[in-house]
């Protein structure tokens, strides 16, 4: 990768975080305490009386940079904010606290809590969507499509009777099959990810396939998952636009509601991905499957 596509890079990251965050109606508020580290969550509410369906943000940052707030991952949560949908954005264990499946099994305490406790956060637990940007979508696909299964469900929180089951999946620029990734990365995407992936799995995933395909959420697609809708920067020096396209294949054979929508000339992330048309995609995405 040359100086210029990745100074092109660096600014639309710059660019995403440019927007002026407002305060969580609720903040800082703990869903579990894995080995004595607490976990917690804040959540937007739109303006309305009603329960709001309920869109639940996770953060990029390779699996072991970032948070739950911040200007940049604001650029995710205002556009369904303003279109009428709660945002819960976690704080999930990094890749340097605890390998994978740990963050998983954060997650997914986090939507059985959410669920548990709707009436009080005033979201409506029955219209649950999650939204991941890079790492963060990587996440949000293997929580979609892995509803009840024994190693990835974890046994973490106060309400394990409650479901963790979400009715639709956003992706930005996520991983799907990381038995695949890195022969499809460039050489500036190998700087990245290998390093990475050795902290996520605690190995490279051609030294543990099995590791490897249980964090792929390519493997875990089945009939019964939620709608899935991908988008993808087709210059993305960074993530390959490949593994959005597996999980668009995946999805497609096993007959599932999905969309892939390239975002042209767009890098890894940036504001190309919230203009009009792919912002109206992710809406009426949003209202098919969880309603507005």
């Not at 009428?84 to 976690?90: I, N, R, T, W």
């Not at 963790?164 to 999946?169: F, M």
Request: glycine letters at 8%.
């Amino acid at each position: 990768m040359n100086l210029s596509s990745l100074f092109s890079w660096l600014m639309a990251l710059l660019l995403t975080s440019q927007v002026q965050a407002q305060d969580p109606v609720f903040q800082d508020i703990i869903y579990a305490n894995p080995d004595g580290l607490d976990l917690d969550l804040d959540i937007y509410l739109p303006e309305t009386d009603n329960a709001a369906p309920l869109v639940i943000y996770l953060h990029g940052g390779i699996w072991r940079l970032g948070d739950k707030s911040g200007e940049r991952n604001y650029g995710y949560i205002r556009p369904f904010l303003e279109n009428g949908y709660a945002v819960a954005s976690l704080n999930f264990r990094a890749s340097t606290d605890a390998p994978f499946p740990a963050m998983v099994h954060d997650i997914k305490a986090a939507i059985r809590y959410l669920r548990a406790n709707a009436a009080d956060l005033r979201v409506n637990a029955s219209r649950i969507a999650v939204i991941g940007s890079s790492s963060g979508a990587h996440l949000a696909q293997v929580v979609g499509t892995s509803n009840g299964h024994p190693q990835l469900e974890g046994s973490l929180g106060n309400h394990l009777d409650t479901s963790s089951a979400v009715q639709a999946i956003i992706s930005y620029f996520g991983a799907s099959d990381l038995t695949t990734i890195l022969e499809q990365s460039t050489p500036f995407g190998l700087i990245i990810r290998e390093p990475a992936l050795e902290l996520l799995l605690g190995t490279q995933p051609d030294d543990n396939d099995y590791l490897a395909q249980l964090a792929s959420p390519v493997v875990h697609v089945d009939e019964n998952d939620p709608p899935l809708l991908l988008f993808h920067g087709d210059m993305d020096p960074q993530m390959p636009v490949n593994q959005s396209l597996q999980m668009f294949g995946a999805y497609k054979a096993a007959d599932l509601h999905v969309i892939f929508e390239p975002v042209h000339g767009a890098v890894h992330g940036g504001p190309e991905f919230f203009e009009e048309q792919h912002l109206s995609t992710a809406i009426d995405f949003l209202g098919h499957t969880i309603g507005r």
